[in-house]
């Protein structure tokens, strides 16, 4: 656990505050301090029971949030060597996500807060992604341009101030992650697909089959996914019945599509915005070979790229409590709203510091 990563211009009044993240099918707990940095995280993930669907079952994420809650928090506080009434404030993921997994992480943050009469404060699960990065390296400050790829969103955003985000680029279709699952079934994948399309892709052959890198024929920052994924779905019922290096060579070629259109649109988006660093953050941002392919191209532009820990792509408790401790420090909540927003918009949130 590192003690370095205290939150930016926190002075002496340190606090302890809870993440509980359960926008999707990942149940994730972890004790942030404003002074001594991250001190406790877990994560229960609900992939195998989900899996059996080919995606997530909206229900069946609710019920679970409910049970792996309470032994989760019990297992940060032990690891942390504290007590429920150590914590200082609350924060829970409040959207974008599946309104009843939210609920479940709001009811409880909220009830939780109640009973220790401590502040709890509703969390924007993509900031947390965003600011997710800072976690490892405090010194990290914005501007920056920051790529959010995961499950549910592709975006660039320009941060010109912690909380001061604008939108430079989204996705028309499918999100970058939805893309890789998708593409993912289609060669015979397990649910989630994306790690396990990148695995087979490793032995794939890139010139083999070339895709489309979409959008990127005409200026502008935003993305289209489906049509590779539908490109793919052609490919295969071409080569059908496929053989383990065909579907190979397509995994190979679907990833190098999807990379070198993220790397494209990074590079535009630092242009436009005069920015010198990137953030990029969200589950695909665990993909090693986005990794390698903007850490080159980071190495021939002058800029730099940071990613959070590879445990912290992926949706989990910390990156919650991170946010929410920067959120509870700018301005401590109260309020017993259960708001829960489905739906969220990055740009609506209030400014913490002025751009
Ligand atoms: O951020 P995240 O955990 O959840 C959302 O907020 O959506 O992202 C999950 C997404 C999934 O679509 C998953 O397939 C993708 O991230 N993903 C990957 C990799 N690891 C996770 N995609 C490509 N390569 C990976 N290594
Ligand atoms: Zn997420």
Known sequence: MSESTAAPGVAA???VVLGVETSCDETGLALYCSRRGLLAHALHSQVGLHA?????VPELASRDHIHRMLPLLQQVLDEAGLQAA?????AYTAGPGLIGALLTGAAFGRALAWALQRPALGVHHMEAHLLAPLLSAPELRPP????????GHSMLVAVEALGHYRLLGDTLDDAAGEAFDKTAQVLGLPYPGGPHLARLAE???????K??????????????FSGLKTQVLLAARAQAPLDEVTRADLARGFEEAVVDTLRIKCERALVASGYRTLVVAGGVGANRRLREALAAAAGQGGYAVHYPELAFCTDNGAMVAFAGALRFLHRPQDSLDLDVRPRWELTELEPMEAA
Do not use: C
């Not at 059996?52 to 997530?56: F, K, R, T």
């Not at 150590?86 to 609350?90: E, K, L, M, S, T």
């Open 52 to 56: 059996a669907y080919g995606g997530v």
């Open 144 to 151: 920056f341009v920051a790529l959010l790829v995961s499950g």
């Open 13 to 15: 009044d340190a606090a």
């Open 86 to 90: 150590d914590i200082d404030a609350v």
């Open 211 to 224: 895709f489309s890198r979409p959008l990127t024929d005409r200026p502008g920052l935003d993305f289209s």
């Open 203 to 209: 032995s794939g052959d890139p010139r083999r089959f």
